[in-house]
């Protein structure tokens, strides 16, 4: 028995990390290499925690977006919510003196409100997500500026900075909570009676309504989980940064919906894993660094890196053709 | 004078050859018929006839731009007319400006030789899947002088009554010289239009007939390596037990007063034509449309029409038409596609149960015979009888006491369609549920029914017990008896079987 089954769940991991991992995993590590070749810097313990607290921020990101991905959708105000949940917790200690906790908890809320806000939108009225978000990126960012009145809140308590900027056994404490993050959605999208209806809903949703699934509950879920992760990413920042700003969360829309898309899973929903959202977000990372490391113009880094991202996911699609054939 | 000439064609895919020695050769004016079941080699064939694919070994000698290709799936803009899809890519006259009514002209030629009845002007979305099918013909006119026409299962979605209209104009169209490849696993259709076959199996070719006199179980025992009796009853011989489920009245956006009831071990036919209503009376009676009126009892007890996870709780299942869009997840393992249907009893605590979940699905792989490597497999690599035989399978997991089967052999090849018929009979007879089969094919309304009923325009008119089934008295209830001399077609969207 315990024979059988240890066979069947080694034929259960094969096809879902080896198989389909194993190109934006090479990618990774051939770029990894590259770095350590090119640059005497690249592996330095200095540039290293450079890396791993930027893939703290862009790995939050990329996980709740891969995660509304899987379903088929995307959330374009990601990145607003990130920086609506970070200024309302800023708020909330700065000017009422909240306990962190409570505060900490409030932006979480925030952002998983705002997700669901969005989920609810789409589903109710049956919308495309681009379109909805598109708009409530607008009302987000807006939010943003008003509550802020275009200041930037200051003097946030070292019991919350700590968390932004503090280390434990030698890594930055927001690559913790990415990893964190990480291993709760992985558990939530691969054991999880919600993780098969979210793939399911991402397959068809016309068949997950015949099976007997609530199609809609499951997608405002999605969006308000990721509404948090983003809510924990943006409040992450501010305490990293020490104070909170409206264009908090501003650049994190690319890199959110790029690095799922490198790790494999699909803009069209129902194909990949969270792994992929990881390891896509590692090479988003990578490749950034390089730029800077290689000296590339800073005004030019931005149209260095969307060329790159473009290449990868073209490659991508032409490995994939030919793999077919 | 050959046209087309394929000598020991053979292509391989990783793990599998798909074409092994194929040798084809048509000749100008002539239709040549390719059968075999699904995954025989039919597509990958015509793959590499049209240039799509390079075969691995063999040559392919034919004339340049001589092929014209309709594939299966129905590939036009939706929101253009019917004209601009004739004429696209409406660069043929090398003018700058766009003149609606010169392409409208132009493509009424097409059409009037096709005997399409469209307006050229309306849009292609508003027209009927038949006039669809003959508008991809038209575009192919419209393109080339072309010689050779290839058409993949043209007739899937089609009545008998389009079917015939379409044979009209391949006929026509053989009588200018023009040869015809056509596609297909349905036999009838095959005798009818023949004047040379290729039966493919496993990417052989293991019968071919040009002249030969031929018959049906010919082709099937070439198909599929055995005798299959194509006369052969699938009725549940156990006499009915009681009522399970009795509807009275209901009534909804597509259908009113509609009443029926079905008992326990029978196979209850739903006949009608496409566009009836018989899918939505199912579907509402399912909870997956809204009722506006009726009521229903089941197990004796007040029907809520709730949901279709209450329904399912309460076992009744329905399994949808539209195999590919309303019943695979595609991207899933066969595993994950059964657990998706079973979560409830795969899981605990909201986590999934990975050992029940591993038993279940490698019993249903095993119990239905799904013919598949692993249970890992993508559902979506699997031929459409597997696929049925996977959902079917995940249905009776959920021990129905109801099951609504919506065209289940559709798409289907003979092997597996016979495999489908021979599992309702046992399910109906040993489990005693109660099967309620739609279905556009009256030769499996005949076959596997106990009881008819059938549905005209949304509504119920009539019931046909057991020994009155013939094909006479469903055709008859189906085009709503004296309306059948009628012109029909323009006003409900329906046409004859």
Redo the contacts between chains.
């Keep these: 028995m315990a024979n059988i089954?240890a066979a069947?769940a080694s034929?259960?991991r094969k096809?879902k990390f080896a198989g389909a991992m194993s190109g934006p995993l090479a990618a990774l590590l051939i770029m990894i290499g590259i770095g350590a070749l090119v640059s005497p810097q690249f592996l330095t313990e200095y540039n290293l925690t450079i890396m791993s607290r930027e893939l703290a921020f862009i790995g939050i990101v990329a996980i709740a977006q891969g995660l509304l991905l899987l379903l088929g959708d995307i959330d374009v105000s990601i990145g607003a919510i990130a920086g609506l949940a970070g200024i309302v917790c800023a708020k909330l200690l700065v000017d009422f003196d909240f306990h962190p906790v409570i505060a900490i908890l409030a932006g979480l809320g925030t952002g998983a409100l705002a997700g669901a806000v969005n989920g609810l939108i789409i589903t109710i009225f049956n919308l495309n997500s681009l379109v909805v978000t598109i708009g409530t990126l607008s009302v987000f960012s807006g939010l943003n500026l008003w509550i802020t009145k275009g200041q930037t809140i200051v003097g946030l308590p070292e019991a919350v900075t700590f968390f932004g900027s503090g280390t434990w056994l030698s890594l930055p404490v927001p690559v913790w909570c990415m990893l964190a993050a990480f291993v709760l959605i992985l558990a939530l999208t691969t054991?999880?009676?919600?993780?098969?209806?979210l793939?399911?809903v991402g397959?068809?949703k016309?068949?997950?309504?015949?099976?007997?699934?609530?199609e809609q509950r499951v997608r405002v879920t999605a969006y308000a989980i990721a509404g948090a992760l983003a809510g924990l990413a943006g409040m992450l920042m501010c305490f990293r940064l020490f104070s909170a700003q409206a264009s908090i969360g501003q650049s994190w829309l690319l890199p959110s919906i790029a690095a799922p898309v490198i790790g494999g899973i699909?803009t069209t929903g129902?194909?990949g894993t969270i792994w992929g959202a990881l390891i896509g977000a590692g090479i988003m990372v990578v490749i950034g660094n390089l730029i800077v490391l290689g000296g590339v113009n800073v005004y030019l880094q931005q149209v260095v890196t969307g060329l790159i991202v473009v290449v990868a996911v073209a490659l991508d699609a032409m490995m994939r053709r030919m793999g077919k054939? | 004078m050959t046209l087309l000439k394929a000598e020991g064609i053979t292509k391989r895919f990783p793990g599998v050859v798909a074409l092994a020695k194929v040798n084809l050769t048509i000749q100008p004016g002539e239709v040549h018929c390719i059968v075999g079941e699904n995954g025989a080699g039919k597509s990958t064939l015509v793959k590499i006839l049209t240039g799509l694919?390079k075969p691995d070994e063999g040559t392919l000698t034919v004339e340049e731009n001589a092929i014209a290709y309709v594939p299966q799936e129905i590939n036009l803009f939706d929101h253009l007319s019917v004209a601009e899809n004739i004429m696209m890519p409406l660069d043929g006259r090398g003018q700058v400006f766009f003149n609606r009514r010169q392409c409208e002209r132009d493509a009424l030629k097409f059409m009037s030789e096709l005997q399409m009845e469209s307006d050229p002007s309306a849009l292609v979305k508003s027209i009927s899947v038949a006039e669809k099918q003959l508008l991809q013909i038209a575009r192919a006119l419209a393109n080339s002088a072309f010689k050779l026409l290839i058409l993949d299962e043209p007739t899937a979605s089609l009545t008998k009554r389009e079917i015939e209209k379409l044979f009209g104009v391949l006929d026509a169209l053989k009588a200018q010289g023009k040869s015809i490849i056509f596609i297909t696993h349905r036999l009838d259709e095959v005798m009818r239009l023949h004047d040379q076959v290729t039966v493919l199996r496993n990417g052989e070719v293991v019968g071919h007939s040009k002249g030969q006199q031929i018959d049906e179980e010919w082709i099937v025992r070439q198909m599929t390596g055995k005798d299959i009796d194509l006369e052969a009853l699938y009725r549940p011989t156990v006499p009915a037990g009681d009522v399970l489920l009795d509807v009275q009245g209901l009534t909804g956006a597509r259908f009113s007063d509609v009443s029926f009831n079905v008992r326990a071990g029978e196979i209850l036919g739903v006949a009608g034509l496409v566009g009836a209503g018989r899918s939505e009376i199912m579907q509402t009676v399912f909870g997956?449309l809204p009722r506006s009126g009726g009521q229903a009892t089941y197990l004796g007890e007040p029907w809520t029409f709730g949901?279709?996870?209450?329904?399912?709780?309460k076992g009744v299942i329905?399994?949808?038409e539209?195999r590919k869009?309303?019943?695979?997840?595609?991207?899933?393992?066969i595993r994950?596609n059964v657990?998706?249907?079973l979560?409830r009893t795969l899981?605990q605590g909201?986590?999934?149960r990975?050992?029940a979940e591993?038993e279940t699905s490698s019993r249903i792989v095993a119990d239905y015979k799904v013919k598949t490597p692993?249970d890992?497999v993508r559902i979506v690599n699997l031929s459409g009888g597997n696929q049925q035989k996977v959902l079917i399978g995940r249905a009776l997991e959920a021990a129905p006491r109801v099951l609504f089967l919506d065209e289940p052999t559709r798409g289907i090849d003979v092997n597996a369609k016979d495999e489908i018929y021979i599992l309702m009979k046992r399910i109906a007879e040993e489990q005693r549920m109660a099967i309620v089969l739609i279905s556009s094919e009256l030769e499996e309304l005949l076959k596997c029914c106990n009881r008819i009923i059938t549905v005209y325009n949304g509504r119920l008119n009539g019931e046909i017990p057991e020994d009155r089934i013939s094909k006479e008295t469903v055709i008859n209830a189906i085009i709503g008896a004296d309306h059948s001399g009628g012109k029909n077609g323009n006003t409900t969207n329906q046409s004859v079987y």
């Design positions: 089954s069947a034929e259960r096809p054991i999880t009676v919600f993780g098969r209806k793939y399911a397959n068809s016309e068949a997950a309504r015949i099976v007997g699934i609530n699909a129902g194909i054939r | 694919y997956l949901s279709p996870a209450k329904s399912i709780r329905y399994l949808s539209e869009t309303h019943g695979i997840f595609p991207h899933l393992s994950q657990a998706a249907g979560l899981s909201g986590f999934i990975h050992g591993r692993s890992q």
